[in-house]
């Protein structure tokens, strides 16, 4: 069987020469260019087209690893991206239980060996292991060790308005209430935001947090009230979160908010145009879908990774909270 | 350039059973086999990897095709499905946009373009025409003109259940709400069943039926009061229509189930482990995934099509129904 060593030899050029006229590079010239192919002729040589066409193609594919598609913010978050790609003739690879990390890292070489375009992740495992640098990857919310594209959402801000609004609301006993991954990641700010402005008005704040995974949200709430039982103004660290405690606190027979104001973090709809009931700090979902895909087709187009993107964050008013006066 | 016919012709053999040979068909002979080895050495022959692989390798990816992944009971239904092809080592391609109808078939040429190994299509379009034959398709809820392989759950029964279940609990005046795709699914047998429970325990039903797309759900159920103000009972035909109604009675006063008692379909959750407060006829989405991926792999595996499989419903009694005496 000929090899590209045989037509080096007969051409009187290197293997690297001989791989550039296979794959159509443009620094052969052409005299060198013909003796190859001259060679490869006299040979009967027929390139490898399978691993041409590999390493040559794009896939036009790009991968979504998210902890769960069974949940209103990253099934938002998925629906824009793929809106997005459907413009751009791109097709969408989802991974969506990667809560469990082997899950995830099974998906992360499946999806290297298939070849896909690149790859956003919504993880708060620690990967680095897994993140190659040949491969386009945006991280959203998350810090790796190594450089890596990533879009946030201003998480610092987002809890400096959550104990703006509760104060503004009469709250004098403000809790932070959370159930955080192990992983240094950009949501942990909000609790930051959250203290330093309620320090910066005079007010202190109890924090309650645990790590993931809750195996019973109300044991996580029974020990928390326990502990705190005369709060009157939270933030929770995400809707999610604060839903379960609403529907905690609704079997308990505590009333929101006219006991107790409740400021979740997302924002996000149940489906689209329709909201829930909270009270809570919205992210854009939207633009940081946009935003992601935007840094990982110029890492695609070879660009260098650039700096993060952070995004605005508001305030949604809901029924978890008092009207103001 | 030496090609397979010049292979056979050496061999001796048919240009199939050179085929079978580059494709390391068990079919062929062991000294076939080397008959043909031996040729393709004399001929200097590397076969075209590319398409042989193209040809024998199965692309290990399955697309799913969903209204929208922003919705409960979709991302619930695609949550299941890639929970189960990552236990086969499947990727999954997702088109999460397929309302619109030049989406949809946009998504449904780029697949097949690329390959995958099959769709599963959630679908209330015309896509009849995009069916290919040749690959593996399952629906869902779907007839189509072409026999299709589909799952559904039991529709009728459904509405059946509903009738019933407001009738215990005192109704004496049903109402059917609907927004209707123009194609003919299973899903509009929920009406039937319905009306038919309600005959045959002495009930009529106003009906009420638009089609979609909805452009403004308050004017919906403006007309529908407007057009039946005194019932007591209704069964909504989708969970998303029945909370749109509740968010709607909720701002008009009207109190559920004290004034009216609502029935949804679905029983979808917003996200794992947290339902909605709706009373409603329940799917087994998870059960319904599952068997359109157990369809779809036997008609990868070459089965013909078979039988449609219709799953059991069951009733799930939520806070929108009275409780029963």
């Given at each position: 069987m000929t090899t590209i060593k045989d037509i080096a030899k007969l051409a009187k050029v290197g293997t690297t020469t001989v791989s550039r006229v296979i794959n159509k590079?443009?620094?052969?010239s052409e005299l060198t260019k013909q003796r190859v192919e001259q060679a490869m002729k006299e040979l009967n040589f027929v390139p490898n087209e399978y691993a041409r066409v590999l390493k040559s193609q794009k896939a036009k594919t790009i991968a979504v690893s998210v902890p769960?598609?069974?949940h209103p913010f990253f099934s938002e978050f998925v629906f824009h991206i793929e809106k997005k790609l459907l413009q751009k003739d791109y097709r969408l690879l989802i991974s969506s239980?990667?809560?469990?990390s082997s899950v995830e890292i099974e998906f992360l070489d499946m999806v290297r060996q298939n070849k896909v375009d690149g790859i956003i992740a919504l993880t708060y495992h620690n990967i680095d292991h897994y993140l190659s640098s040949n491969l386009p990857f945006v991280s959203i919310d998350r810090y790796f060790k190594e450089a890596v594209a990533y879009v946030t959402s201003d998480n610092y801000h987002g809890g400096e308005i959550a104990a703006e609004e509760l104060i503004k609301r009469g709250c004098k006993n403000l809790g932070y209430v959370a159930a955080i991954a192990p992983q240094k990641n950009d949501t942990l700010r909000r609790k930051d935001g959250f203290v330093d402005k309620a320090k910066s008005l005079g007010f202190d704040v109890d924090i309650f947090q645990r790590y993931e995974p809750i195996l019973d949200y109300n044991v996580f709430f029974d020990e928390f009230f326990e502990e705190f039982?005369?709060?009157?103004?939270l933030l929770v660290m995400n809707d999610q979160t604060a839903l379960v405690l609403l529907a905690y606190l609704d079997k308990k027979g505590i009333q929101v908010p006219r006991d107790i104001q409740i400021v979740g973090y997302d924002?996000?709809?149940?489906?689209?145009?329709f909201e829930t009931s909270l009270t809570s700090i919205k992210q854009p979902i939207k633009e940081m879908a946009e935003a992601a895909l935007n840094l990982l087709f110029d890492l695609i187009d070879g660009k260098p990774i650039g700096d993060p993107v952070v995004l605005p964050v508001s305030f949604k008013e809901g029924k978890t909270t008092k009207p103001l006066l």
């Amino acid at each position: 069987m000929t090899t590209i060593k045989d037509i080096a030899k007969l051409a009187k050029v290197g293997t690297t020469t001989v791989s550039r006229v296979i794959n159509k590079s443009p620094k052969v010239s052409e005299l060198t260019k013909q003796r190859v192919e001259q060679a490869m002729k006299e040979l009967n040589f027929v390139p490898n087209e399978y691993a041409r066409v590999l390493k040559s193609q794009k896939a036009k594919t790009i991968a979504v690893s998210v902890p769960s598609i069974w949940h209103p913010f990253f099934s938002e978050f998925v629906f824009h991206i793929e809106k997005k790609l459907l413009q751009k003739d791109y097709r969408l690879l989802i991974s969506s239980n990667n809560a469990e990390s082997s899950v995830e890292i099974e998906f992360l070489d499946m999806v290297r060996q298939n070849k896909v375009d690149g790859i956003i992740a919504l993880t708060y495992h620690n990967i680095d292991h897994y993140l190659s640098s040949n491969l386009p990857f945006v991280s959203i919310d998350r810090y790796f060790k190594e450089a890596v594209a990533y879009v946030t959402s201003d998480n610092y801000h987002g809890g400096e308005i959550a104990a703006e609004e509760l104060i503004k609301r009469g709250c004098k006993n403000l809790g932070y209430v959370a159930a955080i991954a192990p992983q240094k990641n950009d949501t942990l700010r909000r609790k930051d935001g959250f203290v330093d402005k309620a320090k910066s008005l005079g007010f202190d704040v109890d924090i309650f947090q645990r790590y993931e995974p809750i195996l019973d949200y109300n044991v996580f709430f029974d020990e928390f009230f326990e502990e705190f039982p005369n709060l009157d103004g939270l933030l929770v660290m995400n809707d999610q979160t604060a839903l379960v405690l609403l529907a905690y606190l609704d079997k308990k027979g505590i009333q929101v908010p006219r006991d107790i104001q409740i400021v979740g973090y997302d924002g996000f709809h149940y489906f689209e145009n329709f909201e829930t009931s909270l009270t809570s700090i919205k992210q854009p979902i939207k633009e940081m879908a946009e935003a992601a895909l935007n840094l990982l087709f110029d890492l695609i187009d070879g660009k260098p990774i650039g700096d993060p993107v952070v995004l605005p964050v508001s305030f949604k008013e809901g029924k978890t909270t008092k009207p103001l006066l």
